[in-house]
């Protein structure tokens, strides 16, 4: 329990000290639950000796099977800016996949010592292609509102309001068969508390006691700054720099799969005294502090001393260099999955074949199913600029430059057999279509 009695502490420095941003405000939520409902941080405690009681008795190095997470990214805007592409919602699930899987373009930056408990967590990410009434489905809502902001104030009041429509936000989906991201202006402006993104534990454990003032299920999910979001944002310039390769939600996911941050979020005790609860991940008395510093070393590990391992996702370091989740982590994260999220990767919800942007049934494919070797017949009314394809977790796998206004077009692509998007951009917008190859 000790690690979170500072926590309000936490808030409070975190303000005098004038930050202008926070990269994270989960700690802080559980501790405004904590206030709200006492007994949470208990719970969520309760549940992660639980699943390392679990890991204690089984070998589950092993990353298989590869869990696939439903996603549904909830846009809530008040400006145009606000108001995310699609674009960067792909380069969010592209960059989750290669994070999860360990197949980061910067793996290879990950410090030899730490190379051995480096791992892949087995754990993919999708689009939904269906709603929870079984609506087909981009797996992207947008949704205009009048709040300017989705800011907490200094006491954490309004922290879900983006998570409910009667405060002018979206209401998730069946929050046990997706993964709700909701996407707002989450720091506002002249709030004394800003952060770029926060998410709940798993609070659903078996050993969950009744009536604890758990949070409604229907508040489970990641909230992210739309300034951050995806992978190069254009918004995420100035103090958001740190935070332009789409790591927050990287960051956030782990949270929300029960991992805790590396330095154990002590405040005014010994920080050493403080870990995260995993042995892989070496002792460290304070985060990264929002750059790359290899030479941090905050406290003395035994019998060898490592470096504090600012590369870990749950850190706090520039974004460009982290680069890996530990071993430990992976079997946590997929642990949770195992245990209190059970129905989240049972592969209940089919993958996303429909862009939100366009009608894409004004586009003809066919033959669908094909041999990679296909015909597009494309609306009258629009200019085809580029067609590109992209795999079902978001990664791109082929691309094509595209001249002159023929509406029927022939097309070959070399493709292993497998479900794909083609996606076709218009002069007017994005449309993308299932496309199956055999
Ligand atoms: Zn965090």
């Known amino acids: 329990m000790r690690v979170f009695i500072t926590l309000l502490g936490l808030v409070f420095s975190i303000s005098v000290l004038g930050q202008n941003i926070h990269r994270c405000g989960t700690v802080e939520a559980i501790s405004w639950r904590e206030a709200e409902n006492p007994g949470y941080t208990k719970a969520v405690q309760n549940t992660f000796e639980q699943v390392k009681h679990i890991l204690a008795q089984k070998d ?46 910067n793996a290879g930056d990950t410090r030899s010592e730490f190379l051995p408990v480096a791992a892949d967590a087995g754990i993919e990410f999708y689009l939904a292609g269906t709603d929870p009434q079984g609506n087909p489905s981009g797996g992207i809502t947008r949704t205009q509102t009048t709040r300017t902001d989705f800011a907490p104030d200094f006491f954490g009041n309004g922290m879900d309001d983006v998570k409910q429509s009667s405060m002018g936000g979206v209401d998730a989906w069946d929050t046990d068969n997706y993964l709700n991201i909701w996407v707002c202006d989450l720091l506002g402006s002249g709030s004394l508390f800003q952060l770029l993104g926060f998410a709940y534990p798993p609070s659903t454990a078996p050993n969950w006691p009744a009536n604890s003032g758990a949070p409604s299920s229907d508040l489970e999910g990641v909230v992210i700054h739309y300034g951050v979001f995806g992978e190069d944002n254009p918004a995420a310039t100035g103090t958001l720099a740190v935070a332009d390769k789409g790591r927050t939600a990287v960051h956030e996911i782990g949270h929300y799969l029960g991992l805790r941050h590396i330095w154990g979020d002590a405040l005014f005790t010994d920080g050493c005294a403080e870990d995260d609860g995993l042995d892989d991940t070496p002792n460290a008395s304070a985060n990264a502090g929002q750059v790359c510093n290899f030479n941090n070393n905050t406290c003395t590990d035994s019998p060898v001393d490592f470096p504090d391992m600012i590369e870990n996702y749950m850190d706090y370091a520039e974004e460009q260099c982290m680069n890996l989740f530990t071993q430990d982590q992976v079997d946590i994260m997929r642990s949770m999955l195992e245990t209190a999220r059970t129905e989240l990767a049972d592969g209940s919800v ?68 497998g479900a794909y998007l083609i996606r076709l951009q218009f002069e007017s917008g994005l449309a993308n279509k299932k496309l199956i190859v055999q």
């Open 60 to 105: 589950v190095n092993d990353p298989t099977p590869i869990y696939q997470i439903p996603v549904v990214v909830h846009i809530v805007y008040n400006t145009p800016e606000e108001n995310i592409s699609s674009d960067l919602v792909y380069s969010q699930i592209a960059r989750l996949n290669k994070d999860y899987r360990r197949l980061n373009e």
């Open 350 to 417: 089919e993958p996303s074949g429909i862009d939100d942007m366009f009608d894409a049934s004004e586009i003809g494919l066919f033959p669908n199913p094909n041999s990679g070797s296909f015909q597009l017949q494309l609306p009258q009314t629009e200019v085809l600029q580029s067609i590109s394809i992209v795999d079902i977790k978001g990664t791109q796998v082929a691309q094509k430059s595209v001249s002159g206004s023929g509406r029927l077009m022939g097309l070959d692509f070399d493709l292993p057999a």
